[in-house]
């Protein structure tokens, strides 16, 4: 059962570049047809896709956020990462990452990682 | 890129079934077989009960049920229980290779 583990600052000031890193255990990151993806969700809103990588390091971003999102992979220490630059308060929020199998699988999610933006 | 449309609540009594809808557009739910609804407590990472519209992963009751028509999928539970009581968000592939959330929807178990 492949488990997934948000880490990073929970605090991020203003103007700067939010960084996040997601752990992959008991399964190789790079191994079947999987995305990688991170979502996030605003204390009592809804939760709002950012983004993914595909094993082969293709990327998709959410539009109204691709301008400021890059998503990586790392297979050698079984990771992929979010960075969000730029940020304000509105990037409050509690981060999650998540595994995508084929069609509309999201079977994993990481416990979520609370980030907030302030000075 | 708009968010789907769920009901903000929906309440039913223990035994009784209820339907969450979710409504989006031909780019999206409409275009796609790409449905999933995900389970979420207070405090807790979602949880996923179905996908492809109407498929449950290994462990979901059957209770939890999916359809599709046109632009909009529902979410069924039958027999409802105290524990089903949480938050339950849509999601769909759309266009250009992303995916699109719904606002959430509370479900109270009166």
């Known amino acids: 059962q492949v488990q997934l583990q948000e880490s990073g600052p929970g605090l991020v000031k203003p103007s700067q570049t939010l960084s996040l890193t997601c752990t992959v255990s008991g399964g190789s990151i790079s191994s079947g047809s999987f995305y990688w993806n991170w979502i996030r969700q605003p204390a009592g809103k809804g939760l709002e896709w950012i983004g993914r990588i595909y094993t082969s390091g293709s990327t998709n971003y959410n539009p109204s956020l691709k301008s400021r999102v890059a998503i990586s992979v790392d297979t050698s220490k079984n990771q992929f990462s979010l960075k969000l630059s730029s940020v304000t308060a509105a990037d409050t929020a509690v981060y999650f990452c998540a595994r995508k199998g084929s069609g509309s699988l999201f079977d994993s999610w990481g416990q979520g990682t609370l980030v907030t933006v302030s000075s | 890129q708009s968010a789907l449309t769920q009901p903000a609540s929906v309440s039913g009594s223990p035994g009784q079934s209820i339907t969450i809808s979710c409504t989006g557009t031909?780019?999206?739910?409409?275009?796609?077989?790409?449905v999933s609804w995900h389970q979420q407590h207070p405090g807790k990472a979602p949880k996923l009960m179905l996908y492809d519209v109407n498929n449950r992963p290994s462990g979901v009751s059957n209770r939890f049920s999916g359809s599709k028509s046109g632009n909009t999928a529902s979410l069924t539970i039958s027999g409802l229980q105290a524990e089903d009581e949480a938050d339950y968000y849509c999601s769909s592939y759309s266009s250009s290779s992303t995916w699109v959330f719904g606002g959430g929807t509370k479900l109270t178990v009166l």
């Open positions: 031909s780019s999206d739910v409409g275009g796609y077989n790409y």
